[in-house]
């Protein structure tokens, strides 16, 4: 309902340990009768003043979280306005582990308005970023992330954009790369999760290609002994004819058929180790003939009753997946319907 929490069971379901610190989910909705925003964040603590995911009456849309567990061994779920809520469990961290969830805490709101706050008064209301921009956020030593932190876990969300377009995270101080973490269309409200390296000043950059409104929310970080090794994103998949990839391999120049899977090599391309266990990826999908979904997940094991991404036809819509990969670091992508598929790269964990 309206203005509802839903507090949702992690602990002892779907095999998971007695005490995982942070889950990472696919949450989706659908549905809606208004148009609204979802938060999800520990039980038990405050909500916080920030969104996972913004939504519309009939659109359904899908974004990757990194949430700390909380009381009962639950996360909350808040939904601003009516609308079906589903979660696929797709990882987690254990206590001890060196990623650490913190409560979301909002970095950046160029909206400008009283209401439109950050977490320490800090790149709030600077205004909307003109297109071929890049908007340098600070995270290090703000809302929980330690100076000490090499990689942030963080929701980037685009707002109502002048046109069709993307945004590009990346370390301030590196080049940026080809690569997309947001992808949207004309005055929509479209978030993406992104896990990225912290670069120069304790910063992240955020590119925007057309005029639009940025927020940044931060929900976790790691520290320099990771097991997770973040890259500069890679384009490591591409269908779409005349386009490229970062080492000329899986470029198909031809949509992906319906109810089909593709095998992708992770392992062993790019610097990537083959045995590896899992990888960061940012999955988008674009000229899709009709509405469907896609499932990433290990080839070799059994394909998943979960989405990772939801799409309708004709429509541009990028998600992030944390993909475990079979033992020779291969992920599979079920696709429902038609479209072209586009896949970068960010990390791996050994």
Do not use: W
């Not at 080049?175 to 997309?180: D, E, F, G, R, Y």
């Not at 994103?233 to 391999?249: I, K, S």
């Not at 033992?327 to 696709?335: A, F, S």
């Amino acid at each position: 309902p309206d203005d509802s929490v839903l507090e949702l069971g992690i602990v002892g379901r779907a095999s998971l340990p007695a005490t995982p610190a942070t889950v990472v989910l696919n949450v989706t909705v659908t549905g809606a009768t208004a148009p609204g925003f979802l938060t999800v964040y520990p039980c038990g603590e405050t909500r916080p003043t920030s969104s996972n995911l913004n939504y519309d009456v009939g659109i359904t849309r899908a974004v990757a979280v990194v949430a700390r567990v909380g009381t009962n061994g639950a996360v909350c779920v808040y939904t601003q306005a009516s609308v079906h809520v589903i979660a696929d469990l797709t990882g987690y961290y254990t206590v001890g582990a060196n990623f650490s969830g913190t409560q979301p805490a909002r970095l950046l709101d160029t909206r400008v308005g009283p209401e439109f706050i950050t977490v320490d008064g800090v790149s709030a209301g600077i205004g909307r970023q003109p297109g071929g921009s890049i908007t340098e956020v600070k995270v290090a030593g703000r809302g929980g992330v330690p100076t000490g932190a090499t990689t942030v876990s963080v929701n980037v969300t685009a707002i109502n954009p002048m046109q069709a377009g993307f945004f590009t995270v990346f370390p301030c101080g590196e080049t940026m790369p080809n690569a997309s973490t947001v992808n949207f269309t004309p005055g929509a409200i479209v978030p993406n999760a992104a896990m990225v390296k912290i670069g120069s000043n304790g910063s992240i950059c955020v590119f925007t290609n057309t005029e639009a409104d940025a927020v940044v929310d931060v929900n976790g970080y790691d520290t320099a002994q990771s097991i997770v090794r973040l890259l500069a994103p890679a384009r490591v998949l591409e269908t779409r004819p005349g386009f490229t990839t970062a080492d000329g391999l899986a470029q198909l120049s031809a949509p992906r058929p319906s109810d089909s899977v593709l095998e992708l090599n992770i392992g062993g391309r790019l610097g990537v180790p083959t045995a590896i266990r899992a990888a960061v990826l940012n999955i988008t999908v674009t000229g899709a003939t009709g509405p469907g979904f896609l499932t990433v997940y290990p080839c070799g094991s059994p394909r998943p009753v979960a989405s990772t991404l939801n799409y309708s036809f004709g429509s541009t819509v990028a998600n992030l997946a944390l993909a475990r990969t079979s033992t020779d670091g291969r992920v599979c992508i079920y696709t429902q319907t038609a479209t072209h598929l586009v896949v970068d790269l960010s990390g791996y964990h050994t």
